[in-house]
């Protein structure tokens, strides 16, 4: 039988090839080798590639070349794979190259399977029969090896050893690198030894090479492979990735449904029998309705349902007890572990819900809504709050106009039987509902629903007192306007719902802005009491409303309204006006023509076309008045003369309006003249007015600024008065002080009254002392008087005699002693400054005749011969 494969050479078939690929690159490298695919009479196109196309390249011939220059270094360890892919088909097909240095042998395993002996080098004899079988197959090591340890494993030998003595070594994971120590060789035997056991599940196989040196270290041979596998024992158990596994199935599940999968592994070898699992149910819990409702597939764990009768309102969940053992499952020599599966019976709509009543009972007040009536109750063995428990009721029959709803409680699952239109009594008095009730969610297969999902509701209605009504209402009435008074308009009487009842209605009016109208209490008929005006700011549109109210006497009493619309039809009964009343030209006008319009409160054709003429008297209105028409309802004034004098006038136009029995009405157009300036406006006081500003405007403002005035010389005046009343609390002296401290400053210690010099010849002559108001404000000394009204002190004449002033001294202290006004300190009299160099003491301390006589006043003497006479009056003895 012929396969179609790649053929490779069992020799390297050195060549040479020059050219250029498919693409147009220049060829002239060395040839590795060629192959062959052999393709059996297929006759397809086939495409090589390698798998290592950054290094080797292989053309559509088969022709194998290197990419690049490769050094012994860099050649590849593990063999290079070839694939051959049919375009057509997609197959593919897979070879193996394995490229060694040019020059050396491959290596081959002596006939001592336990003896690898390293090829002979640079024999061209040797090449020619280099086999394809050199490759060293791995050494096998079974894990959790017992010893005794080392453990020999293999021995090396070179052909070199027998003339001249060699070192052998290792390299790779697990001899000089991590993990280190687990293989070791004997340098001189070359015997290679494990260390330790091995645990395949930390590493699998080992790759080591094989060195040969001289006692000087030059390598005497190539380094060889060394490929050693771990070999899997059953060390571990089983492990269920989830200890307890969750699943579901819908009640009423046929068998073979599927329910859930569950997953164990295991450490060892999957590809040998220590990791081949198999699963099986050790246990079921309940065994209801039978012991054996699920299986499981014993290879990949998937459980299924082998037994109808699935009831989650019987048995709402299953326990199985799950177990995994490796070995294919022997229980011999496999090792097994366990894992709970908790199934789930999920609930489906295979309970329909059920009344607890055939017949509900409830009642109602008619005109009555949005009322529970009834609640109905059902119970359902689904599970709760879930779409196959939740109840939906539907009305199938004694509703016809649908006034009823049965809307769910999502608390109780009840129905609630609701009124949503109002129930009128007089038309029926009772009604007997037939309600169906469903699930939010069919029923499932083969379930019908029971006679018990459907019941009756009664519902008596109860009457109650209703309202009267007018009909229709509004009512409308057409009516032409000016009716008199007691005429009668219509009847609006109301109805009373209530016929089962012997009630009486009584009429009475809620609204009648004018006050037009009048109610009958008993009959409803309306009737005037005023003259109906169109015109009236009560009518709006030509209507006018109003409103009337009809009580009956049930228990309690009831009420309705109604509303009467009056359409008022125009008559012609309103005279034609002159708009605007008021004008204003200058007293040349330019132009000289006045526009007016003329306005009526009736409708066309009570209204315009209008006819407008001047009245005859006064008769200067037509000598210097003349009216134009233009349109229907506007009209031209113009003045015949060139010059009217300021004033006012007031022309009267009679209008006359287009109405059946025509009505005329002499309108006065008042026309202000006025003198106006260059722009033609007013600036005479009749301009004033005009604008707005009449004479009691004018005089109001005019009171605005007197008042104004006043309060501004209030406040300057009372301003005044306490900055005087702050002066004067300054000239206040304290009585503890003394005069002299007040009178005079010292800048320098010592000094005293003979230091002073005061102007005697003031007190020679006291009348001709300037009078306080001339002094200036604030300069008053402060031992001086306060300003009171001045007692009637005596006059010192003009007589230059120098003995008179004992005599004025004396009448001035007996004044100064009945001066009620007088302060009790010794500055009694006000002295004005003395003067420099005088000679005479000081005076600022005198006693009066009434303070004793205990005082001295020889002193007066040194004073001069001035106040020997003061000396003689108030010194000496006693008498």
């Known amino acids: 039988t012929c396969l179609p494969r790649i053929a490779v050479p069992h020799r390297r078939l050195p060549c040479v090839s020059s050219g250029t690929t498919q693409h147009g690159m220049a060829l002239n490298k060395p040839c590795l080798c060629t192959l062959r695919f052999v393709s059996c009479g297929r006759g397809g196109l086939m495409q090589f590639e390698c798998s290592n196309p950054s290094d080797f390249r292989i053309e559509a011939n088969g022709v194998l070349y290197a990419a690049r220059t490769l050094q012994r270094s860099t050649l590849p360890v593990s063999p290079l794979l070839i694939t051959a892919s049919d375009a057509a088909t997609q197959q593919q097909w897979v070879a193996q190259v394995t490229l060694v240095q040019e020059g050396a042998v491959p290596p081959v395993m002596s006939k001592d399977l336990k003896e690898i002996a390293f090829p002979p080098r640079n ?181 299924i349902t082998v037994a109808a009768g699935l009831d989650r309102e019987k048995v709402p969940q299953y326990t199985l007890i799950i177990q995994a053992s490796d070995m294919e499952g022997n229980p011999m020599y496999g090792l097994s572990n366990t894992a709970t599966a908790v ?72 129905g609630l039987v609701t009124v949503v239109k109002p129930i009128d009594y007089e038309t029926s008095r009772t009604y007997v509902l037939t309600v169906e009730a469903r699930n939010e969610v069919s029923l499932a297969k083969g379930i019908h629903t029971p006679r018990q999902s459907t019941a009756t509701v009664s519902i008596r209605v109860i009457d109650v007192n209703e309202s009267p009504y007018f009909e ?68 709006k549109n030509n209507l006018y409303n109003a409103t009337f109210l009809a009580t009956d006497n049930g228990i309690p009493p009831a009420s309705g309204t109604g509303t009467l619309q009056i359409f008022l039809l125009d008559i012609n009964d309103n005279a034609p006006r002159v708009s605007p009343q008021e004008v204003e030209i200058c007293e040349k006008p330019d132009p000289n023509a006045i526009n007016i319009t003329a306005f009526d409160g009736d409708l066309s054709p009570n209204a315009g076309p209008f006819a407008f003429e001047l009245a005859n008297r006064p008769v200067d209105v037509r000598r210097n008045w003349t009216i134009t028409r233009i349109s229907g309802d506007y009209a031209q004034v113009s003045l015949k003369i060139g010059f009217l004098e300021s004033g006012i006038y007031e022309i009267p136009i009679i209008i006359t309006d287009s109405g059946n029995l025509p009505m005329s009405n002499t309108s006065y157009l008042r026309i202000k003249v006025c003198q106006c300036d260059i722009n033609g406006d007013c600036t005479d006081q009749q301009h004033i007015m005009a604008a707005g500003l009449g004479t009691g405007a004018i005089i109001s403002i005019l009171l605005c600024i007197i008042i104004l005035l006043i309060l501004v010389l209030m406040f ?99 004044a100064a002693d009945n001066d009620p006004t007088a302060p009790p300190y010794d500055s009694l009299l006000v002295f004005d400054y003395e003067g420099s160099g005088s000679t005479a003491g000081s005076l600022s301390s005198l006693n009066s005749s009434s303070s004793g006589g205990d005082q001295d006043y020889d002193y007066l003497n040194d004073w001069g011969p001035r106040f020997r006479k003061l000396a003689d009056m108030y010194g000496g003895s006693d008498d």
């Open 123 to 303: 024999m061209d004899s040797q090449l020619k029969r280099m086999k394809r079988d050199w490759v060293i197959p791995p050494i096998n090591v079974p894990e959790n090896s017992r010893g005794p340890f080392p453990q020999e494993l293999v021995r090396i030998r070179s052909d070199h050893d027998k003339n001249r003595s060699l070192r052998y070594s290792v390299t790779g994971p697990g001899a000089d690198q991590p993990p280190t120590g687990i293989f070791i060789i004997d340098p001189i035997s070359g015997e290679l030894s494990v260390n330790k056991p091995l645990d395949r599940e930390h590493i699998s196989s080992f790759h080591l090479r094989a060195h040969a040196v001289d006692l000087n270290g030059n390598q005497v041979e190539n380094p060889i492979d060394i490929v050693i596998n771990v070999i899997d024992m059953n060390d571990n158990r089983p492990e269920f990735t989830h200890q307890i596994w969750n699943g579901t199935v819908p009640e009423g599940s046929k068998p073979g449904s599927f329910v859930m999968t569950v997953t164990a592994v295991d450490k060892d070898d999957p590809k040998t029998a220590n990791g081949m699992l198999r699963y099986k149910i050790l246990s079921q819990n309940p065994e209801s309705p039978t012991s054996n409702m699920f299986t499981i597939n014993n290879k990949t764990g998937g459980i």
């Open 343 to 414: 199934i789930r019976v999920t609930d489906i709509n295979d309970n329909p819900p059920e009344f607890t009543a055939e017949t509900f009972f409830g009642e109602v007040p008619e005109n009555r809504v949005n009322v529970i009536v009834a609640n109905l109750t059902v119970t359902d063995k689904d599970q709760p709050n879930t779409p196959a428990w939740n109840a939906v009721y539907k009305i199938t029959g004694g509703d016809p106009t649908g006034r009823f709803s049965v809307p769910t409680d999502p608390t109780t699952n009840e």
């Open 472 to 539: 229709p209402n509004p009512k409308f009435v057409r009516l032409e306007e000016g009716m008199m008074p007691q005429s009668t308009l219509t009847t609006f009487s109301a109805q009373d719902p209530d016929r089962f009842m012997q009630q009486t209605i009584r009429y009475s009016k809620l609204s009648d802005p004018a006050n037009w109208l009048r109610i009958d209490t008993n009959t409803g008929r309306i009737t005037t009491i005023a003259i109906l005006d169109r015109e009236s700011p009560y009518v």
């Open 716 to 814: 300057v005046v009372w301003m005044k008065r306490r900055d005087k009343e702050r002066q004067a609390k300054q000239l206040l002296i304290d009585p503890e002080d003394d005069v002299r401290d007040n009178i005079l400053k010292y800048d320098e210690e010592g000094g005293g009254e003979e230091d002073q010099d005061y102007d005697l010849s003031q007190l020679q002559q006291p009348d001709t002392i300037e009078p306080d108001a001339i002094k200036p404000v604030g300069i008053r000394r402060l031992d001086e008087r306060p300003l009171h009204p001045e007692p009637q002190y005596p006059m010192r004449s003009a007589a230059p005699h120098p003995g008179d002033i004992g005599d004025f001294i004396h009448e001035g202290l007996k």
